[in-house]
């Protein structure tokens, strides 16, 4: 068949919008986080990580160890971003603005969130919050990243994407997504997520509405990654509100 009889692949904002946005509203106010089928390609995941090496993509490298977060390297992107995350995240902020604000009232906070990311981000400007937060991760045999939240200044989005750029049990092994929820006067819930290549992870900056019995209430929630065995893991970060 002819390349031109094809159907051209639907674009990223495509994609993003014919995710099951009522399904992934349900499990963030379930279980406090919510899983895409994958959403990036094996190609454009592929793009993600051969940036790694391109050193004037990014404003600043982090080593875990040296600051005591775990064993790994993370950067982040300085402006321009590359278009693929310059879209993620501009159409992810779009669907994730309304559960935001949702999320907002059921805590009790006047905060509200713009509907578009540019207005968001002139708020985070305002603020003193100008520098790129999405970044790339990467982890070697033995790295690890300890339970941590992100946030970078006073305005705060509070949702938060991880793409797995990596394929598991075949780039790498171990490695685990992981996410604590700290709930009053009750122990902590864990969860465990071995994500597909291209599949997206959306979970809290900080806390969330957990649903109660007198009514929704503040659960705080961590994330990190467990020890890698083998191989490489590479991940990419969308952090929506910008650092000071």
């Not at 578009?116 to 970044?135: D, M, N």
């Not at 597909?196 to 929704?216: L, M, N, T």
Request: aromatic letters at 10%; charged letters at 20%; one cysteine or more.
């Amino acid at each position: 068949m002819s390349s031109l009889s094809q159907s051209p692949s639907p674009s990223l904002r495509e994609r993003v919008a014919a995710l099951d946005w009522r399904a992934i509203e349900a499990s963030l106010h379930e279980l406090g986080f919510a899983r895409t089928p994958p959403v990036l390609t094996p190609a454009e995941c592929a793009a993600l990580v051969a940036l790694w090496d391109q050193d004037a993509r990014f404003r600043k490298r982090i080593d875990m160890a040296q600051h005591r977060f775990g064993v790994g390297e993370y950067k982040y992107f300085a402006h321009p971003l590359p278009p693929l995350v310059r879209a993620l995240r501009t159409h992810a902020y779009r669907r994730l603005a309304p559960i935001a604000n949702r999320w907002a009232q059921a805590l009790r906070s006047d905060v509200r969130y713009p509907p578009s990311l540019r207005g968001f981000l002139a708020e985070c400007h305002a603020q003193g919050q100008s520098r790129p937060t999405p970044l790339l991760l990467r982890y070697r045999p033995g790295g690890y990243n300890c339970l941590h939240q992100d946030l970078y200044g006073k305005v705060a989005f509070p949702l938060q994407l991880t793409c797995f750029l990596s394929r598991p049990g075949q780039d790498y092994g171990g490695g685990e997504f992981l996410l604590v929820e700290q709930r009053p006067r009750m122990q902590s819930r864990g969860e465990v997520i071995v994500g597909a290549q291209g599949e997206i992870v959306i979970f809290p900056v900080g806390a969330h509405p957990a649903p109660g019995a007198r009514g929704p209430y503040r659960a705080v929630m961590r994330h990190g990654v467990s020890r890698l065995l083998s191989g490489q893991r590479y991940a990419l970060g969308v952090i929506f509100h910008d650092a000071t």
